[in-house]
């Protein structure tokens, strides 16, 4: 337990000493806001169309403890137990780091399964709607009876999650 807290925490430190200084942050910031806001408004047609990528600061961590709740609720209660961890079963938790300037913290998202497909289709430019269709394809080949519609319209909630927030970005021309 203490190896994979004292890698998760190293190399989310080492990805944080990557960053630029905070003022080119919070241009970055203020043009991805900005874009994120015009692009999302637009009709479902043009949207599917827009090419989306990784954010230029997002970093993805893999871990066997659920390390990004522990951190998010540090300081919130009265002796944490960090101890019970180590007596429940390891599992399998991915995390992706990025930037919330909104309120000025390192944000580490725990992602579900539709997540990890998500940032797994975007991790080469293509269209939002390329984007989920494939990974609408690798749910319906596990799951036959989803329901199209309600799914995709769930992994477009998502998507639009995860720009509004930075995970993601759309690809510049």
């Known amino acids: 337990m203490r190896e994979d807290i004292a890698q998760y925490e190293q190399q989310k430190q080492e990805w944080i000493e990557t960053l630029p200084p905070l003022a080119a942050l919070r241009a970055h910031w203020q043009i991805h806001s900005q874009q994120i806001n015009a692009a999302l408004s637009e009709p479902d047609e043009v949207l599917l169309q827009k090419t989306v990528q990784h954010h230029l600061f997002t970093k993805r961590l893999c871990s066997e403890w659920n390390w990004a709740e522990a951190n998010e609720f540090v300081g919130q209660e009265k002796a944490p137990e960090t101890a019970f961890d180590a007596t429940i079963e390891a599992t399998y938790y991915e995390v992706v780091l990025y930037v919330y300037l909104h309120q000025n913290i390192i944000k580490e998202q725990l992602l579900d399964t539709v997540g990890i497909l998500l940032l797994d289709a975007f991790e080469k430019p293509q269209p939002f709607g390329a984007g989920m269709e494939a990974v609408w394809q690798q749910i319906k ?33």
């Open 141 to 173: 080949s596990h799951q036959p009876k989803a329901h199209e519609a309600q799914t995709k319209q769930l992994l477009a909630s998502h998507l639009r999650f995860f720009l509004y927030q930075g995970a993601l970005a759309f690809a510049s021309r």
